[in-house]
Nanobody
Framework: QVQLVESGGGLVQAGGSLRLSCAASARTLSMYGMGWFRQAPGKEREFVAAISRRGGSTSYRDFVRGRFTILRDTAKSTVYLQMNSLKPEDTSVYYC????????????????????WGQGTQVTVSS
């Protein structure tokens, strides 16, 4: 069982930056593929970014590519989502997730591939 705790959300003006953190209870975070998803009110949860279980391969949704970066610090058992050039449409609750399935080298963008979820952190971008 892996417990995930997100932090770092808040209110920021358009064009600003935030760094979300996801602290994992697992001692060896490198054993898990990690992902960030977001869900706005009345909308479905959508993929934002992911990093593979091994090899450090990353994947991003088109609307964040070039602005967001997913990073993993194995020593701290923490995954980060660095968000730059934020836009009002990035306003959402952001969730981190972990997966322990097969396919070690491909980042996954389907929420169904993830087994553990955090409670979410709110990000609000004002115009």
């Amino acid at each position: 069982q892996v417990q995930l705790v997100e932090s770092g959300g808040g209110l920021v003006q358009a064009g600003g930056s935030l760094r979300l953190s996801c602290a994992a209870s697992a001692r060896t975070l490198s054993m898990y593929g990690m992902g960030w998803f977001r869900q706005a009110p009345g909308k479905e949860r959508e993929f934002v970014a992911a990093i593979s279980r091994r090899g450090g391969s990353t994947s991003y949704r088109d609307f964040v590519r070039g602005r967001f970066t997913i990073l993993r610090d194995t020593a701290k058992s923490t995954v980060y989502l660095q968000m730059n050039s934020l836009k009002p449409e990035d306003t959402s609750v952001y969730y981190c997730a972990a997966r322990s399935g097969s396919d070690y080298y491909s980042p996954k963008d389907d929420p169904k591939d993830y087994h553990y979820w955090g409670q979410g952190t709110q990000v609000t971008v004002s115009s």
